[in-house]
């Protein structure tokens, strides 16, 4: 049980991580295990540093050090691939992994606790190091995600990957894919789910080694992968080196902000920018409103390099740069030339199942930026996801002059082919800045009930712009672990846009946060006592899902303090004790 006192609620800045290319290489101490000699129920794994020698660098505004010290976990002979899932939030969340027998896959099931929440594997890397007297300064052990930043690690292995490029960390995730195909290599960096450390400017010797359990789990020798360090002291302010000077601007994990896209060359960067980067699925400058989850691991900082018949060398594959959901912008969604003709029809194929989140991110506001003094206001973040099998597709079309377009769904049978569609609504242009963009409207509704469960407030905010921002159930049937829209830039039109298509993709949710006046409850004159939050997938009904008495969840408050001092306190939703 949480619980949030009055406090000005301020929107996270998203900052989009820097793709770095990832060059295949062919790894001179490694060599690829052909199909027959590996083991018959899993892949090969093995714990490799990309480079003997790192250079990071710890800014005197930042809190310390982020390890990325070049760590990779490699797969050979078969992927690694492994499914979390639960079956209601009132159970645990259990993994299985994909193993092979007889040329069949089999789910086999992994011991109970092994994961604790969608993020990665709790504890997998232990970080040792020690400085050159050989002092152990810090000792440590860091979370892994399969889908983190990967890239070919040989020529011949597939030339992307089919695993999801994050592990979700949404409280109320259902289910997640995890993987490392096979050939490929996934960065062990925890990214900024992990803290960074206090080092002073010199040279370290670290060794990061796989945790038992999982080497015993996964059959991973016992091979700690040694990378010698050396941290350089640099400022914002002049963005130049107090120490290991000749070292800078190489290597680094947290490059000289400056350097970073859309920053002139000695501009002094904000905390934000130059702190670990942040991202939630969506692109960095076009998910205002839309709620941030806990960012990412970055994209592959540097090529996967290493030393290859007595000398430094890269041979480049053709390989895409390793990325996360943040750092990507999506491809535009191309609606239909021309507004549908003919006659409607719902034709019998399979459709979307629109299913909401339970309420989650909530607090107290005094309207934030808006700061209307004497009011109070419940802020909170909701999801409204897609459960397959079937995406849902929008298209708006505008009529010349008129402000708001005709919206329609359209339904395809199982080779994709377009078989019906149906009007469903309208779109509308939403001006204020960080939106800029079209709305699709009555899609979701918010609605603060009494404990009787009777209508006491509800938000403003019905229409909106669907992204994938949330990868909420990667297990569902014709889930797409790699869905197009995932910023709201290419998802949402312009204002000259003439036609939008709007996408949620099977497995996928979108959050926004509702934080401003309009948006957020008034709780101002309300009792205090116990509340729900309800949120409402497809209020009107006029979308077509294949289910529409699974649209609501509720999530339970309950309202203290005084006027101006409100509090709001949030008991645990089954096992999720998250607010």
């Given amino acids: 049980m949480s619980t949030t006192r009055t406090n000005r609620l301020r929107r996270p800045l998203l900052v989009g991580t820097t793709a770095v290319a990832a060059m295949a290489v062919t790894l001179g101490f490694m060599t690829a295990a052909p199909e027959q000699a590996t083991a018959a129920t899993g892949p090969t794994l093995s714990l490799v540093a990309a480079t003997g020698s790192v250079t990071l660098t710890s800014w005197k505004e930042e809190p310390g050090v982020y390890l990325d010290l070049g760590t990779y976990l490699t797969a050979e002979g078969r992927p690694l691939e492994l499914k979390v899932t639960r079956k209601s939030y009132k159970d645990p969340v259990t993994v299985t992994q994909t193993v092979f027998e007889g040329g069949k896959t089999k789910a086999k099931t992994l011991p109970l606790g092994t994961v604790k929440d969608f993020s990665g594997l709790p504890g997998f890397a232990e970080i040792t190091i020690t400085d050159k007297n050989g002092k152990v300064v810090v000792t440590r052990a860091e979370n892994f995600c399969p889908n983190n930043a990967s890239g070919r690690i040989r020529p011949d292995a597939p030339a992307t990957s089919k695993y999801p490029e994050s592990?979700?960390?949404?409280?109320?995730?259902?289910?997640?894919?995890?993987?490392?195909?096979?050939?490929?290599?996934?960065?062990?960096?925890?990214?900024?789910?992990?803290?960074?450390?206090?080092?002073?400017?010199?040279?370290?010797?670290?060794?990061?080694?796989?945790?038992?359990?999982?080497?015993?789990?996964?059959?991973?020798?016992?091979?700690?992968?040694?990378?010698?360090?050396?941290?350089?002291?640099?400022?914002?302010?002049?963005?130049?080196?107090?120490?290991?000077?000749?070292?800078?601007?190489?290597?680094?994990?947290?490059?000289?902000?400056?350097?970073?896209?859309?920053?002139?060359?000695?501009h002094a960067p904000t905390p934000a920018q130059a702190g670990a980067p942040q991202t939630s699925g969506a692109g960095p400058s076009y998910n205002v409103g839309h709620g941030p989850l806990k960012a990412a691991p970055p994209a592959l900082p540097w090529a996967l390099k290493v030393q290859q018949a007595g000398r430094a060398?890269?041979?480049?594959?053709?390989?895409?740069?390793?990325?996360?959901?943040?750092?990507?912008?999506?491809?535009?969604?191309?609606?239909?030339?021309?507004?549908?003709?003919?006659?409607?029809?719902?034709?019998?194929?399979?459709?979307?199942?629109l299913r909401s989140l339970p309420a989650y991110g909530i607090t107290i506001s005094d309207g934030g930026p808006q700061d209307i003094p004497g009011k109070d206001y419940l802020a909170f973040s909701a999801n409204v996801w897609n459960a397959g099998p079937a995406q849902l597709v929008v298209d708006g079309f505008r009529?010349?002059?008129?402000?708001?377009?005709?919206?329609?769904?359209?339904?395809?049978?199982?080779?994709?082919?377009?078989?019906?569609?149906?009007?469903?609504?309208?779109?509308?242009?939403?001006?204020?800045?960080?939106?800029?963009?079209w709305h699709f409207t009555d899609f979701a509704s918010y609605r603060l009930l009494k404990a009787d469960k009777k209508e006491a407030v509800r938000s403003g905010k019905e229409a909106f712009c669907l992204a994938n921002t949330d990868a909420v159930d990667y297990t569902v049937k014709n889930a797409n672990w790699h869905p197009n829209n995932t910023d709201l830039s290419t998802a949402c039109g312009q204002e000259n846009s003439i036609s939008v298509r709007e996408v949620?993709?099977?497995?996928?949710?979108?959050?926004?946060?509702?934080?401003?006046?309009?948006?957020?409850?008034?709780?101002?004159?309300?009792?205090?006592?116990?509340?729900?939050?309800?949120?409402?997938?497809?209020?009107?009904?006029?979308?077509?899902?294949?289910?529409?008495?699974?649209?609501?969840?509720?999530r339970k408050v309950v309202l203290g303090g005084t006027p101006g001092r409100r509090t709001v306190t949030v008991p645990a939703h089954d096992l999720v004790n998250a607010n």
Avoid at 514 to 540: C, E, H, M
Wanted: charged share 20%; glycine share 12%; proline share 8%.
């Fill in 313 to 353: 060398g890269f041979q480049a594959a053709g390989d895409t740069p390793g990325q996360t959901d943040g750092s990507r912008k999506a491809p535009a969604l191309t609606p239909r030339s021309a507004r549908p003709t003919g006659t409607p029809s719902v034709p019998n194929v399979p459709k979307p199942d």
């Fill in 399 to 437: 009529s010349p002059g008129k402000a708001k377009m005709d919206a329609y769904q359209y339904f395809y049978d199982a080779q994709g082919k377009q078989v019906g569609y149906t009007p469903t609504g309208t779109m509308e242009w939403d001006p204020r800045p960080g939106h800029v963009h």
């Fill in 504 to 554: 949620l993709d099977v497995g996928s949710g979108d959050t926004y946060t509702q934080d401003l006046p309009g948006q957020s409850f008034d709780i101002t004159d309300l009792p205090n006592g116990t509340y729900y939050i309800q949120v409402l997938a497809n209020p009107a009904k006029r979308l077509k899902e294949t289910n529409l008495d699974n649209n609501s969840a509720l």
């Fill in 167 to 266: 592990c979700p960390t949404n409280a109320f995730t259902l289910g997640s894919v995890w993987g490392v195909e096979k050939g490929w290599a996934a960065n062990t960096y925890a990214g900024s789910y992990t803290a960074p450390v206090k080092l002073a400017a010199g040279s370290y010797t670290a060794k990061v080694r796989v945790a038992k359990k999982y080497r015993d789990l996964f059959g991973i020798a016992d091979k700690p992968a040694s990378v010698k360090l050396t941290v350089e002291e640099r400022s914002w302010e002049n963005g130049r080196s107090a120490a290991a000077g000749e070292h800078a601007g190489h290597g680094s994990a947290h490059q000289d902000p400056s350097a970073h896209a859309g920053h002139g060359a000695g």
